[in-house]
């Protein structure tokens, strides 16, 4: 552990060093990915020196114990027993910052609400969960654009995708993919029955082409004339955007947003995505020794958490958290139940490096 510390240390100062240096400062681009490695290594370094002091104190500690004077000696002893409990601790918190991290974490999210099973109960259920998340996005101080919206008939949302901005945006959401369902007496239902309906979330990383290295020139790219709701210009222009990627086949398509420039945007952004799936599945095919956490395989079909109204419990099914404050939860109070999942997904990396 002490060399992987030093390892980081090194780098640290060579990064407060890049940081000064003219040639890099003239870069945006570069001096903003070694600022943002800087300021990711401080905290891992700050307490990397409040260790290594507290080991050099329980050093002196353990060399007046070999005095003869008694004094001395007790002085010793309460200062081992204080000192000891600290340098635990201390292991502790360097054991979890040493831990690896996504490094898709710190990216923005293009952001899918869909109804689904349940009819119109599903659409105002996808509203309410649109409601929760924007609320909760708003007290991280993070920014949200919205590029399409259908509405349901009767209220709520058939579909919606946002952009969301701000710091680790990716790494608090990413868990929040796949199937919501929620357990309630519908607006809709005369005879006070409770009803299931549910929900689908797709959270997506927002790459830039370099992290995926993508070619331009290995792209094809189509438009055509956009289908469904979204108001009578998609039938008159040709707003929709098709991007093939030609060495692998992958397709991509966004017919979203209001114009063409956006749905190319957000088809390259979904592209991107697929194609970095598909070397991380590639990967962890080659590799059978690779545990995939529970919380991080992303199954965007399976039922991840249940909403039950009656009862104000809301369930996360992965990790089997069950939480009686659905009235604050629904009113966008999730930071718990985040947690909880990046607790999780933590112990299972922690156990992969053991």
Known sequence: MIDKLEAIQ???????????????MADMSRYKKVSKEYKDLKEVVDIYQQYKELLGNLETARE???????????????????????????EEKIKYL???????????????????????????????????????????????????????????????VLEVAGEEV????????GGHRVQRVPKTE??????TSAASVVVMPKLELEDVDINRADLKIDTYRSSGAGGQHVNKTESAVRITHLPTGIVSE???????IKNREIAMQRLAAKIQEAKRQAHESEVAQTRKSLVGTGDRSGKIRTYNFPQNRVTDHRINLTLYNLDKVIEGDIEDILEALQVAENAEKMKAGE
């Not at 966004?254 to 063409?260: N, P």
């Open 170 to 177: 990716y790494g608090k959401l990413k868990f929040e993919s």
């Open 254 to 260: 966004s017919q979203d947003g209001r114009s063409q």
């Open 190 to 195: 005369s005879q006070g029955r409770v009803h």
């Open 98 to 160: 040493l831990i690896p991290k996504d490094p898709e974490d710190s990216k923005d999210v293009i952001f899918e609400i869909r109804a689904g099973t349940g009819g119109d109960e599903a659409s105002i259920f996808a509203g309410d969960l649109y409601k929760m998340y924007s609320k909760y996005f708003e007290s991280k101080g993070w920014k949200t654009e919205v590029v399409s919206v259908n509405e349901g008939t009767v209220g709520g949302y058939s579909k919606l």
């Open 10 to 24: 090194d780098r640290y100062h060579l990064l407060e060093e890049q940081l000064s240096d003219p040639e890099i």
């Open 64 to 90: 007046m114990l070999q005095e003869e004077d008694a004094d001395m000696k007790e002085m010793a002893r309460e200062e081992l027993a204080m000192l000891e409990p600290g340098k635990e601790e201390l």
